[in-house]
């Protein structure tokens, strides 16, 4: 059972979330799945702590709540599988630009998309994106944003590092719930407690 703790928008995305954690499995080892072969027959996988019986609540800790039915679980390299360092919740319009022929920005010394520097830096896609269509270079977009990522917090501008580390948290996992778009307030209250169990079916991204 959900707690009845949880309001109604936050028990939405853990459903969500759930059909989307079980869908991973069927693409990608079920021979039946009309999508097993661009999944399993190519070599796409789950990450290992992902499975089992506690496995949801490991996905849920490493990549956060699906926001919404808008999103759905995206590589962001499409030939890896599914693990924490490969995925992001997208909106179909970022799953778009984040196919093979991706345009690529050197960045930092390296040639990367700008979901992959979102990825590398912490930083929201929009803002790498706005600074990118403005500016011409995703390396400005600390003009998009001059308090350069930090976030009020306890009556002080901090960095997702820090804040992560003031609630017992791996920087990692914070910031990987602030790009899948979740609520800062929200994002640091998570994971859901052990314990909690689904019923009936899901929608599947």
């Known amino acids: 059972m959900i707690p009845e703790s949880l309001d109604k928008t936050t028990v939405n995305q853990l459903l969500l979330s759930h059909g989307t954690w079980k869908h991973l499995f069927y693409r990608c080892y079920s021979e039946v799945s009309p ?3 661009n999944y399993g027959g190519r070599g796409i996988d789950v990450h290992l702590s992902w499975h089992g019986e506690d496995g949801f609540y490991q996905f849920i800790q ?20 599914y693990s924490p360092e490969n995925v992001k919740w997208s909106t179909s319009i970022e799953q778009a630009n984040n196919r093979r ?5 050197l ?6 998309t700008l979901a992959e520097i979102a990825r590398k830096t912490g930083i929201g896609y929009q803002r790498i994106w706005k600074a990118t269509k403005i500016y011409g270079d995703p390396s400005e977009h600390t003009k998009i944003d001059p308090d ?4 009020m917090y ?3 501008l901090r960095s997702t590092t820090e804040i992560a580390k003031m609630v017992n948290m791996k920087p990692e996992t914070l910031m990987q719930r602030l790009r899948n778009g979740l609520d800062f307030d929200l994002a ?6 052990p314990g909690v169990h689904f019923t009936g079916r899901s929608s599947w991204s």
């Open 35 to 37: 999508d097993y072969k």
């Open 62 to 81: 490493d990549v956060g709540l699906r926001p919404s039915k808008d999103y759905s679980l995206d590589r962001i390299d499409v030939n890896k599988g």
């Open 101 to 105: 022929n991706s345009k690529r920005y």
């Open 107 to 112: 960045f930092e010394g390296e040639n990367l």
């Open 148 to 151: 350069r990522g930090k976030r």
């Open 154 to 156: 306890q009556g002080e």
């Open 188 to 193: 640091i209250a998570l994971p859901p407690q």
